[in-house]
């Protein structure tokens, strides 16, 4: 087994017992060690991973992370377009959905499906902590009501809790762990490279602006839920049921999401999948009663204190 330094990589210990045999973490370790050389303690500490999620492409979240990114010193480097699916999703989050609901799992399956995400492999600013640590505080909480002001999800006015828009590495281990996982090893490599030169070439640069062209949906949960609703009111008495849980959700209950789908599979009914995800995101329970995620969040200031 390659040898991994992993005082280069995270001082969460947790991390090291979950990620210490992972393919993915072996695999994309080896792979920096060979191309990145003697440089690669500098480019662990300097380099960083951003992901906006199909939900922030399509909603046009691109540009203002970028600008955000930009002026906050950090610089794109690398580009790749990523297309989710049920399994990348269940291995990216795989020690965090531990805590998920099922319909939660449900809605993020839907949410991933309405396009495509683009990677964003950046160069961050000398701050003392590695760029992946920097720029995982700048993100700001996945819930609005823990959001302090002036992160990247408050510029984004990400709507809810799910509706995530984008992800970041938050740990040198995370970035190493999320380059196996999300793309092959062929692509790793030309992005460490990337990561060394610290320049961004013409087709990335090309890709970039393809990207923030695309055209851009409504994010408005309310006309999201008229819209479901009123394909499903056009089915007539057979929809009272499906109609009865929309209403439930707009009086704050949330929706058995599997059994709403079920429900509209009878009816024969296909909304948008940009209008279920919307809805879902805002109106299920999100985690399992008694439920922990296996991974939590990092201690960010540990990378102020010696390594233990």
Known sequence: MTGIDWSLLTRTARKVELYRDEVYVREAWADLSEVAGEARQEVLFGSALLVVRPEGVRSGKLAPTVDFLSQRGFRIVATEPLRFDRMLARELWRYQHTLASLDRLAVVDQMLAVG????LLLRGPDSGVPATTAL??????????????????????QPNRLFALIHCADEPADLVRELGILVDSPTRRRLIRALVGGELAAVDAARLAEFRNVPVAELDVRAAWKRVSAEV????????????????AADGSPIPWRRFLDELARLGVGPSTWDLALVGSSSIEYDEPGAVKLLG???????????D
């Not at 495509?116 to 990677?119: E, I, N, R, Y």
């Not at 009111?233 to 439930?248: C, K, N, S």
């Not at 969040?297 to 390594?307: C, G, I, V």
């Open 116 to 119: 495509p995400a683009l990677l």
């Open 136 to 157: 995982s505080r700048m993100k700001g909480a996945s819930n609005p009501a823990n959001r302090p002001p002036g992160t990247l999800r408050e510029r984004l006015d």
């Open 233 to 248: 009111a056009a089915t007539g008495p057979a929809g009272r049921e499906a109609l009865r849980l929309l209403d439930g």
């Open 297 to 307: 969040s990092p201690d960010l200031d540990a990378w102020h204190r010696p390594d």
